[in-house]
Each structure stands twice: as structure tokens, then as C-alpha cells.
């Protein structure tokens, strides 16, 4: 067996022709990602710098910063969906925004993430550390308050509390999907839910074919175009789970969650 | 003010009730993670455990250096005598 087999799609050979203007979209989606640079140079060193600026109450200030974050990304979404680099559709959307909501889904491709901060009006979000260490992104996740996950217990507080008032997005698998291996949630997504939130919606991603995910660079695009199908999923009750010890519940609901994602994530897309 | 037994014994009531774990493994000298598999999210909701207890405000910088039940009395016995 050849030495990059690892690393070669597992699609059939007429999937793999490629088809929907394979070098239109290429060539956008490396148009896309420059795009996306520049407009993180724009939001980063004009419109948020802006925001910190104009004199406000830090509530304020963080609600302006995620407008001017979730615009610019819905921007984004709009720019390759229109050049052609991807088809999406998000329904049951206006299910989400609540205050005391957490939003949970699963994690298949890099923009996953995009899309929701891009359509999820005010939301937090829990991001990986690194964002606050990199000092290109440290002053835009600070003013929008995220919160970051390398200490787990500092991170179940804070999002406890960010619970309080707001919306809430969460990755339980933590970082992107590995194709063809089993998802793993982390509990704290469960534990989070239990403490603090008044409600529990997952959204179901499902991409195909699978394109920007964990194992390949951006510039390896599906021979098809790829299409972004984000499912709103039906609160889950939480109320089951009220009774038990936090640590055993939160188990439970972990398994629970997990159980239903892979559920849906089975189910052929209609 | 609480001896260091009555302590031990409160925590070892709430870890057995908690985690339904056996009383009898509960020692000063059990390590939580490796020997009660208690992870870092369970020690969040040990937090408010502790923080029920005694009343006090506890954050995750008070468990930074907790790794045996020994040295969860130790926290416990500086919260209560605070």
C-alpha cells in the first residue's frame, strides 16, 4: 500500500472526477481565505479598536463587538456561498439566540464555527486558549468575551455565568472531527448544560462531502462541491436528569447527547 | 472549629455520596484522579461541595494544587480556619 494512502480521499472513482467547476472554486476559495484575512485586519485594527473606544458600559461594548464579529463573518459566509465554493442551508435557526441557551454541535469542518457565530444573534463561545497567547487575536476575543478552554474548571465557571444573560455556543468534540474515527464528547459541555442553562439545543453539521476538516490543508478541495447542511435539533430535556448528583448526571446526559448526535449524524440527509 | 477527622470524615460522606465510591478507598493518601477517577470536571462540582460546606467562596485557584484527598482537607481546614 502506498505511503499517503492515509491521507487519500475514500471516495469512489466517479465522485472523485472532479466536477462543479473544480479550479472556479479552488481558485475562490484560496480568494475566500485571503478575504478572510483581510477582513480580520479590518475588524481587528479599525472597527473593533473602535468599538473600545466610543465610551459604553462593558455589556454594551461586548454586544457591539459581536455585532460588528457576527456581520462581518455572515459577510464571509455570503461571499463563498455566492463565489461558489460551498451550498449551505441552516434550518430552525430563529430557534437560536436565547439567553440561558446552550448551543451544542458537533465539529466536522473549520468553519463550523463560522457559520454559527455568523447566524446566532449575541452568542458566546467557548474557543481554545490560544486565541488569548496569539496577539493578533487576544484583544478581539477578550472585547467580545469568549471564553477560552485550557483550564476546564475555570472554563465550566465562566460559562456558567456567561449562561446567565446570554447565549452560549459550545463543541463538545473540542476540536474538529477526525474523519471516519468515533466522535468523543467531553463532559464538560454536559456538566455546563446541567449547572446553568435554561435550555439545551443541538445543531446537527453535516458537510458533504467533508472539505476543510481536521487532515487536510484548505487548498485540498472535494472533487464536488461541498454542501453545509446545519439542523437545529429539538431542545433536550433536561429535567430527567435534575435529580441525580451533578457528576453522575452529567455522565449520563454526556452519553445521552453523544447517542443522539451520532443518531442524526447517520441518518441520510433529506 | 472542625478537627481534621471530622473533616476527613465529611469529605469521604460526600465523595462516597457524589461519586458513589467506596468509603473504605477514601484515605488521606488516595490521589483523586488516578485513584478515585475523579477528573477535572468532577472537581468543579466538588467545588460547590466544599463551598457549601463552609460557606465560603472557593474558585478554581483554591483546588489548583489538589491532588489527594489529604490535600483536600488541607483546603478545607484553610477555608473553615480563614
Known amino acids: 500500500m502506498a505511503a499517503h494512502s492515509e491521507f487519500a480521499p475514500d471516495i469512489s472513482p466517479v465522485e472523485a472526477r472532479r466536477q462543479d467547476a473544480y479550479f472556479w472554486r479552488l481558485l475562490m476559495t484560496g480568494t475566500s481565505f485571503a478575504l478572510f484575512g483581510l477582513g480580520a485586519v479590518v475588524v481587528g485594527l479599525v472597527l473593533l479598536p473602535l468599538v473600545r473606544i466610543i465610551p ?27 463565489t461558489g465554493v460551498l451550498t449551505y442551508e441552516f434550518r430552525g435557526r430563529e430557534q437560536l439566540g436565547r439567553p440561558g441557551q446552550l448551543i451544542v454541535a458537533n465539529h466536522p469542518s473549520l468553519i463550523d464555527v463560522v457559520f454559527l457565530l455568523a447566524f446566532v ?19 478581539a476575543v477578550t472585547l467580545v468575551e469568549f471564553i477560552r478552554n485550557d483550564s476546564t474548571a475555570e472554563m465550566i465557571v465562566a460559562a456558567a455565568d456567561a ?37 439545551l439545543t443541538p445543531v446537527y453539521i453535516r458537510v458533504r462531502p467533508t472539505t476543510l476538516t481536521k487532515a487536510e490543508p484548505w487548498y485540498r478541495i472535494p472533487a464536488r462541491r461541498p454542501h453545509f447542511a446545519l439542523i437545529v435539533g429539538e431542545d433536550v430535556d433536561l429535567q430527567p436528569y435534575r435529580s441525580a448528583p451533578l457528576p453522575l448526571a452529567s455522565r449520563e446526559l454526556n452519553e445521552r447527547l453523544l447517542a443522539q448526535f451520532e443518531a442524526e449524524l447517520e441518518r441520510p440527509a433529506c | 472549629m472542625q478537627s481534621h477527622d471530622e473533616i ?4 469521604r460522606s460526600t465523595l462516597v455520596q457524589l461519586f458513589q465510591l467506596d468509603a473504605a478507598a477514601v484515605t488521606p493518601g488516595a490521589r483523586l484522579y488516578e485513584d478515585l477517577e475523579i477528573d477535572s470536571i468532577d472537581v468543579v462540582d466538588l467545588m460547590d461541595e466544599v463551598q457549601r460546606h463552609t460557606g465560603r467562596k472557593v474558585t478554581p485557584e483554591d483546588f489548583r494544587s489538589v491532588r489527594t484527598v489529604g490535600d483536600l482537607v488541607a483546603v478545607m481546614q484553610r477555608l473553615l480556619h480563614a
Open chain 1, 56 to 82: 459604553a458600559a462593558r455589556e454594551r461594548k461586548r454586544a457591539r463587538a459581536r455585532t460588528v464579529m457576527r456581520l462581518a463573518l455572515r459577510l464571509f459566509v455570503g461571499v463563498m456561498h455566492r
Open chain 1, 163 to 199: 449562561l446567565r444573560a446570554q447565549p452560549l455556543i459550545f463543541f463538545p468534540e473540542g476540536t474538529r472531527t477526525r474523519p471516519r474515527e468515533p466522535m468523543v464528547f467531553h463532559r464538560s459541555g454536559a456538566n455546563i448544560a446541567l449547572r446553568a442553562a435554561a435550555r
Open chain 2, 8 to 11: 476527613l470524615e465529611r469529605i
Open chain 1, 121 to 139: 444573534p449575541s452568542a458566546g463561545c467557548v474557543v481554545k486558549g490560544g486565541l488569548w497567547r496569539n496577539p493578533l487575536t487576544r484583544s
